[in-house]
């Protein structure tokens, strides 16, 4: 199946009463990744614009919310007015030590991580939720992390995983090339 057919059968999918119910398929939490290759970022980005668009028309009994993860950190970072603090620490230290410092600023690791509370607290109840920006994340923040830690304080509704790479419900390769690490809750949408 190509991408197109898949996004039509994820869209498809999504709006089916029994895809929002509060657990997966075997009483589980309601999490799901749809995956994709790298290449087709554009196109994933131009179908949830398009969803989203479409259901804030309001002909839906659900909303959409769509969370960009990169701008979640971005903006983070903006308001604490560290973005020229990172620029400088990065020329300085490197990436790796400013992926550190980010991450624990946020609180990353965290089951309470800021990017938690943030999604907890802008999603209405009747919602699905949309995972994006993902591969901009990277390395600050790795996939199976988030999710891990979502998993752990938000059930109130469906979470969609945007994943630019390769989830077989068994481990997570961030553009086919990086093994993010093994995560086996969520279930592949669109296969």
């Not at 990353?108 to 939720?129: C, F, G, M, Q, W």
């Amino acid at each position: 199946m190509d991408l197109s057919q898949r996004l039509d059968e994820m869209e498809l999918a999504i709006h089916k009463p029994s895809f929002r119910k509060g657990t997966g398929r075997a009483n589980e939490v309601n999490y799901w990744v749809f995956d994709y290759t790298p290449e087709k970022e554009l196109e994933v980005r131009e179908r949830i614009e398009y969803m989203k668009n479409k259901n804030d028309r309001g002909d839906d009994d659900f909303e959409f919310v769509v969370f960009d993860l990169y701008d979640i950190i971005i903006d983070f970072l903006k308001k604490k007015s560290f973005m020229e603090k990172c620029y400088d620490f990065e020329k300085k230290r490197g990436i790796e030590r400013i992926v550190k410092a980010v991450s624990n600023s946020m609180k990353v690791n965290d089951d309470d991580s800021l990017i938690v509370r943030y999604i907890k607290e802008h999603t209405p109840e009747n919602a699905v939720v949309f995972l994006t920006g993902i591969g901009k994340c990277y390395p600050i923040l790795r996939s199976h992390k988030v999710l891990n830690n979502l998993h752990q304080a938000f059930v109130r509704c469906p979470v969609v995983m945007f994943f630019p790479g390769t989830y077989n419900e068994q481990e997570l390769i961030l553009f086919n090339e990086i093994k993010d690490d093994n995560y086996y809750r969520a279930f592949r949408l669109a296969k």
